[in-house]
């Protein structure tokens, strides 16, 4: 199977800095990867997504890093705002129709 | 304009009762999920349906039922609460099985507490 793990569960930083969130995944077989953020009282919240076959994908203010060598995955957010504040998750797709889940990490910017 | 509604978002009830979540999405697509979220944030599938015929359906006690009239609705009837069942209840859908582009749309969720 698939488990995933988040590194912190709550990120603080001060508005106009960066912010990275990090997710580490167990099956190298997994192929298909997306962050997601949800804002209180809401649902979660497409962000980004990456396939296994790149390392990196940019959108806008955002960036996700993808290193299968390590099964690790992060989101980068630059010049967090306020309005970033959320619980962002990733959820890994493994064994073709199955996605996991990580807990969930508070991002907290700081005014 | 709401892509996946779900009603109620609120739902208090006593342990015993039986009770459903309705979920309707206007977005064309062929598969509906429920999620269940737990007081951790971990998010869980339940239940998947696509075009109104059960494809995933996880570990979930019996006292759970799906119920897809149609490809645009998936409901979720509980029966004999407990209070264990005290959730966030999220459905979701997507436009292929399994997700492929942009995963799920997720709706706003029913917090349900058993008490």
């Known amino acids: 199977g698939e488990s995933v793990g988040l590194h912190l569960p709550t990120l603080s930083v001060q508005e106009g800095d960066n912010s990275i969130i990090n997710c580490a995944y167990s099956?190298?077989?997994?192929?298909?990867f997306i962050w997601y953020k949800q804002e209180s009282g809401k649902g979660p919240q497409f962000i980004i997504d990456i396939r296994s076959n790149m390392d990196k994908r940019q959108g806008q203010r955002v960036t996700v890093l993808l290193n299968k060598t390590v099964k690790h995955l992060s989101l980068q957010i630059a010049a967090t705002q306020p309005g970033d504040s959320a619980v962002y998750f990733c959820?890994?797709?493994?064994?073709?129709?199955?996605?996991?889940f990580g807990s969930g990490t508070k991002l907290n910017v700081k005014p | 304009d709401t892509a996946v509604s779900q009603t109620p978002k609120y739902l208090v009830t006593q342990m015993g009762n039986d009770k459903s979540i309705k979920c309707e999405q206007n977005l064309g697509h062929d598969t509906m999920y429920w999620y269940k979220q737990d007081s951790k944030k971990f998010l869980k599938i339940m239940f998947s349906y696509n075009n109104k015929e059960l494809i995933i359906n996880e570990t979930v006690p019996n006292r759970f039922s799906p119920k897809s009239p149609d490809k645009a609705h998936l409901n979720l009837h509980i029966n004999s609460l407990e209070l264990g069942d005290s959730a966030v209840y999220f459905c979701a859908s997507s436009q292929d099985f399994p997700p492929a582009n942009y995963g799920y749309t997720f709706g706003s969720g029913t917090r349900l507490t058993v008490v």
């Open positions: 959820a890994v797709r493994y064994n073709f129709n199955k996605f996991y």
């Open positions: 099956n190298s077989a997994s192929d298909y």
